[in-house]
């Protein structure tokens, strides 16, 4: 028996696109870029030989267009998990729902996804300017609790040595944070030799969750000094963002290829922050785009 998903499961809007997004099935690369600034879409497509789309919805703005003959979406996000949840169920459905019969189709298409985001470093050696690639994320958002297959796919053991290491229970533990790898294949390709590969914190916001404290006291008051301390079968956390535990955990229920490179443009440990970043973050989209 096919899946049938009714019209409030997947809302389709009347000229076909899919709700949020606004895209339409025929506009979909197989390889996507995804990013958090809307502004940073058109960063992208600048590099683009042609476009072929381009639409605009809330934060989402996706363009499809082609880099060096490679036809390539690009699409952007906006900030936190819960729009990853929207991006990758709308993006997934796109691929692999036809949206004439409503039914998933037989075959799975593959998508190769690589998020381009900014991030906060946590070790002496990602100062500012660093490309750190997430090759296990901690998801401190719980989106991925509610899925089916959660912990087949994630790294159990790594998950109960950080809780034991932080000495988290009860509030802390709520949702209780989840690990997971990115693509191994994909990591090598786009890490190259020149990113490092580290383990990123998602986080669910960018202040209390990140251990930044303003006027609101924090829950753990050593919540960064355990997190830079904490080492587990050689490796280390590296940096904070917002997004790349939803994306690879999603991926990995989905069958897609997936991973997050971060620019550090504020590194915790040293108090250093660099708010020019938007003149220096072309170079890693290069990057992405030569090895994607
Ligand atoms: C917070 O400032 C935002 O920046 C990072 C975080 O993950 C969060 O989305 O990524 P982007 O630069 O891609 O938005
Ligand atoms: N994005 C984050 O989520 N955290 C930082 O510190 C910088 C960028």
């Not at 900030?79 to 997934?92: A, R, S, T």
């Not at 000495?167 to 989840?178: F, I, L, V």
């Not at 303003?214 to 960064?224: C, F, G, K, S, T």
Request: hydrophobic share 40%.
């Amino acid at each position: 028996m096919k899946k049938y998903f009714a019209s409030s499961e997947l809302i389709i809007n009347e000229d076909g696109s899919v709700f949020h997004l606004h895209v339409k099935p025929e506009w979909l690369a197989d390889k996507v870029i995804l990013v958090g600034d809307p502004g940073r879409v058109a960063l992208v497509a600048s590099h683009f030989e042609n476009k072929e789309c381009e639409v605009e919805s809330r934060e989402f703005k996706t363009i499809t267009g082609t880099y060096k003959g490679k036809r390539i979406t690009v699409v952007s996000t906006g900030i936190g998990c819960d729009n990853i949840d929207i991006v990758m169920n709308e993006l997934d459905a796109l691929a692999n729902i036809d949206f004439q019969t409503r039914e998933e189709k037989p075959q799975l298409r593959q998508l190769e996804l690589v998020r381009i985001g900014t991030c906060g470093g946590l070790q002496p050696y990602t100062p500012v300017g660093t490309f750190i690639c997430s090759a296990k994320s901690i998801g401190f958002d719980g989106l991925l609790n509610f899925y089916a297959g959660r912990n087949a796919v994630c790294d159990l053991p790594f998950e109960r040595a950080f809780l034991n290491h932080m000495g988290w229970s009860g509030n802390m533990c709520a949702p209780a944070p989840y690990v997971i790898d990115a693509n191994a294949e994909l990591i090598d390709r786009i890490a190259g030799d020149d990113m490092v590969r580290g383990v990123t914190i998602a986080a669910g916001g960018f202040f209390g969750p990140q251990g930044r404290e303003l006027r609101v006291p924090l829950a753990d008051p050593h919540q960064n000094e355990k997190i830079e301390q904490f080492e587990y079968n050689g490796y280390k956390i590296t940096n904070f963002e917002m997004e790349s535990s939803a994306l690879a955990g999603l991926s990995r229920l989905m069958g897609h290829k997936a991973m997050t490179v971060c620019m550090v443009i504020a590194n915790r440990l040293i108090k250093e922050a660099n708010t020019g970043y938007k003149n220096t973050i072309d170079h890693l989209i290069l990057k992405v785009l030569e090895r994607i």
